[in-house]
């Protein structure tokens, strides 16, 4: 196929041309096989005119590690088929074909228009940054032609929980939270890095408790994103959530276990309602249970462990495991090569939220220096702080937390006779309102968010774990 596609780079104008160019995107197939050591997954999608003049995209899975029982397979169709409603979207967004056509399976009109809403609410960052308007007419349509029903399925005897471990802070945390049950616990890690692995070394998780998903993008993808098609953010944890499920249902698992926090409902760009961490949000952990309850399988549950806390909270917590902080890594910058890059808006934040109850010197070495003392880093500081344009399109917390870590140190500094850390004292000479007081900064702190919905035993694991403490001695 040649591509015939130069980028104007202009979003809208890109946009335009790449719809005349590829009207119809069509989700082909999907094909399974479990083979002697894995299960191996391949889903087709195409896009252009027609099928013999077309760009096709052959993504595939393979899972692992666990053994998968004799006969577990049997009714794993539908999930599969969900899934690849899910992996679509990153092959859509490179053309945003207006007809969008399902022949690996058909849905009924609520199940197309709880899609529409996730494609929409997902890719909600991805229309922003690419100048797309998100209600722009007929943005996209779904067909079915495909006889094949999926009926929601009746899993019995299920049991146990299923984690899964990113190698950040919160599924860290979640572990750690899970330790009693650890029996009844399956992690489960896609394209595994090092700070995976050492999480599960850390709680001695053995390999059979271990379930690994190699996901392989099609390279055609990656040739396109270089040829300038349209790309950008996707919502990866909706992806996790229904991969997740399909895992659930080969190894008859019960909950699912997310890590997703109260500080992923806030909107990046609130004036346009976008928000980068959609799917970490309590609107889309309500979604999807209900679609999981109407339309995959109605005995599976899926929450967040840690929905009722910020991030402020959870790096409190974490700072009280010993020997955590050297264990993970949130920097997304430097996920392959390990470590924390230094300078990006993640490693910022995750510097300013831990720094309050780890010595300098320590938390220092982990991230290779003192950040707050890089007056290179002022304007990203800023940026977390709302004193910019725009909020970075990270997984962040919110800015009352960041002024609320920084207050901390502030008012700590103050009390010992010290000088605030650099970026902190610029912040509060420039903009002195900001400053929260001791009241306020507690009772952030404290703040547990009562939207969650956590079953019963797990409200009180984490009530067991979420001790109020004061965070001024006087
Ligand atoms: C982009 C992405 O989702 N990356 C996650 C992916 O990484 P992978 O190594 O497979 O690809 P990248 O090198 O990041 O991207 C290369 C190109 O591939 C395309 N692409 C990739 C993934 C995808 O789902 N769709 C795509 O179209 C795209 O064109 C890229 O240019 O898997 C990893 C795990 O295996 C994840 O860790 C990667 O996530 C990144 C660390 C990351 O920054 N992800 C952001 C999307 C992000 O903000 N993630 C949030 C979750 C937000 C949400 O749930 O909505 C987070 O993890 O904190
Ligand atoms: N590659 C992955 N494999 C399995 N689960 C993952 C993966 N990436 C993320 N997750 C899950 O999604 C959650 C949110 O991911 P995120 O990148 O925000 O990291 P985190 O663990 O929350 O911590 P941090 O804020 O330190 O990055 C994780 O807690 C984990 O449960």
């Not at 035993?457 to 001790?467: D, G």
Request: with cysteine; charged share 20%.
């Amino acid at each position: 196929m040649k591509m015939d596609y130069v980028s104007s780079g202009i979003g809208k104008t890109d946009f335009l041309q790449l719809r005349k160019l590829y009207p119809l995107f069509v989700f082909s197939r999907v094909s399974w096989e479990n083979r002697l050591d894995h299960l191996y997954i391949e889903y087709e999608f195409w896009t252009g005119k027609n099928s013999r003049n077309a760009l096709f995209f052959r993504p595939s899975l393979k899972v692992y590690g666990r053994p998968i029982e004799k006969g577990s397979a049997e009714w794993l169709d539908p999930f599969l088929f969900q899934l690849g409603l899910i992996e679509l979207i990153s092959y859509w967004k490179a053309t945003c074909s207006p007809e969008i056509l399902i022949q690996a399976g058909s849905l009924a009109a609520s199940q197309i228009k709880w899609w529409q809403k996730l494609y929409l609410k997902g890719l909600g960052e991805f229309f922003f940054r690419n100048g797309i308007e998100r209600d722009y007419p007929g943005i996209l349509h779904i067909e079915c032609d495909s006889a094949k029903q999926f009926r929601p399925v009746e899993i019995f005897s299920l049991q146990g929980n299923l984690i899964p471990v990113g190698g950040g802070k919160d599924s860290f945390l979640t572990l750690e939270w899970m330790k009693e049950e650890k029996e009844n616990n399956l992690c489960f890690l896609l394209n595994p890095i090092k700070a995976q692995w050492d999480t599960l070394r850390y709680f001695s998780y053995p390999l059979d408790q271990v379930i690994v998903v190699e996901r392989q993008i099609d390279s055609l993808l990656l040739g396109l994103n270089k040829k300038g098609f349209l790309n950008g953010h996707t919502p990866f944890s909706a992806l996790l959530a229904f991969l997740g499920t399909m895992l659930m249902a080969l190894y008859k698992i019960k909950n699912y276990v997310a890590s997703q926090e109260s500080s992923a409902n806030h909107p990046t760009v609130p004036s346009e309602s976008i928000n980068h961490q959609y799917s970490k949000s309590y609107e889309f952990e309500r979604d999807f249970q209900k679609f999981l309850a109407d339309s995959l399988c109605p005995s599976f549950s899926y929450f967040s462990l840690l929905r009722p806390l910020s991030e402020i909270q959870i790096a409190r917590l974490i700072s009280e495991i010993p020997g955590a902080l050297s264990v993970f890594q949130s920097c997304n910058k430097n996920r392959h090569c390990g470590g924390w890059c230094g300078h990006c808006a993640k490693c910022l934040f995750s510097f300013l939220i831990f720094r309050p109850f780890v010595e300098a010197q320590k938390i220092s070495g982990i991230f290779g220096s003192d950040l707050l003392e890089k007056q290179s880093l002022f304007s990203l500081f800023l940026s977390l702080c709302g004193k910019a344009e725009q909020r970075p399109f990270e997984c962040l917390g919110t800015e009352e937390e960041s002024l609320a870590a920084a207050s901390l140190l502030w008012h700590k500094a103050k009390a010992t006779g010290k000088k605030p850390p650099v970026l902190i004292e610029k912040l509060f000479s420039q903009y002195p309102h900001l400053l929260m007081t001791r009241n306020a900064i507690q009772a952030t702190y404290d703040l547990v968010n009562t939207e969650h919905s956590l079953p019963k035993k797990f409200l009180s694991l984490l009530q067991k774990n979420v001790i109020k403490k004061a965070l001024f001695d006087d």
